[in-house]
């Protein structure tokens, strides 16, 4: 019979590629380790593990099992929380991952609500951009993923549960001394000639596309994944850019005046779970928090 605790073991082997490195992950011993792949090996009634000098790669029995690991373990989770919310613990632990502006936004006032209401309940957050973050929540390694798209795309969600939060729209920045910066909209096709300053990779190809259906091509000066570097930037009056309202609201922009852009650029703002974990009453609970929060 194969253990939930050999299959953890082997994913930290195959995510650290030794076993000393998926000891440390794992806080036990090397020879721990080993024992337990051995174990492992034994119930599979085949080798998951190649060993050539330093180097350690996995079989074909041994990258399947690898793959099934994750939907076993997060079923296990799944059960054991449910199992102890029913028998009346009154207890539980979600992992959520959250993109930056989701996180300045949305997770702090969804979170102290949650507190409030489920003080057992404990919520560990990492920043992670989407498709990391959904990557991450397939691996087993959260319980909830905040993400968002650009139009839906067929399919890439299909496998999970999803919550959908808001509508958030793209703001262009433009310094305060810039001609459009007191209009009420300003067209995409009338910064053409601008200076750009690109927000993250998955902004900045919605823009380019954008700007490509009005007829040029977006001379992007300055590229940064910091959103206050972005602010700090068009203040400055280096150039002008477009990042989603979220991220104006999360940082006050010093020198700049957001001012809506046209056509319209708008991005799905959603929670993502597993079909298991979501009817664990704490991750039901945080998606709750979630929505009533986006709704606010």
């Known amino acids: 019979m194969i253990e939930a605790r050999h299959l953890r073991v082997l994913r930290a082997v ?16 090397q020879p721990a380790v080993s024992q337990q792949m051995k174990a492992l090996e034994a119930s599979a009634g085949t ?10 790669r996995l079989t074909q029995a041994g990258e399947a099992l690898v793959r099934h690991a994750a939907g076993i373990l ?9 199992v102890a919310a ?41 920043e992670a951009e989407p498709p990391r973050s959904v990557d991450l929540l397939r691996e087993g390694d959260c319980d909830i993923a905040l993400a968002f798209r650009y139009g839906a795309t067929g ?27 007191g209009t009420s909209s300003v067209s995409i096709g009338e910064l053409a000639d601008e200076s750009w300053i690109a927000g993250c990779p998955r902004c900045r190809r919605q823009l380019v596309e954008v700007c490509e259906e009005s007829g040029f091509a977006p001379r992007i000066d300055f590229a940064t994944d910091d959103y206050p570097a972005v602010m700090g930037l068009v203040g400055a009056g280096l150039g002008v850019a477009v990042l989603p309202e979220l991220a104006v609201e999360s940082v ?31 991750v039901a609970a945080t998606l709750d928090q979630l929505a009533r929060t986006a709704a606010r």
């Open 14 to 29: 195959s995510a650290t590629g030794s076993f000393s490195a998926a000891a440390r992950e794992l806080g036990c011993t």
């Open 47 to 56: 080798a998951l593990l190649i060993r050539t000098g330093r180097e350690m």
């Open 74 to 82: 997060a079923g296990l989770t799944a059960a054991e929380e449910e």
């Open 86 to 126: 029913i028998a009346g613990l009154r207890a539980g632990r979600v992992r959520l991952v959250s993109f930056p502006s989701g996180s300045s936004t949305l997770v702090p006032g969804a979170l102290a609500a949650l507190r409030a209401e489920h003080p057992g309940t404990q919520v560990s957050l990492v």
């Open 155 to 181: 399919g890439e969600w299909d496998d999970l549960v999803v919550r959908p939060l808001l509508t958030d729209r793209l703001i262009g920045l433009l310094p305060e001394g810039h001609r459009l910066a």
């Open 252 to 282: 006050r922009p010093k020198g700049a005046r957001a001012v809506p852009v046209e056509p319209a650029i708008e991005r799905e703002i959603v929670a993502l779970t597993l079909p298991d974990l979501a009817r664990v009453p704490a």
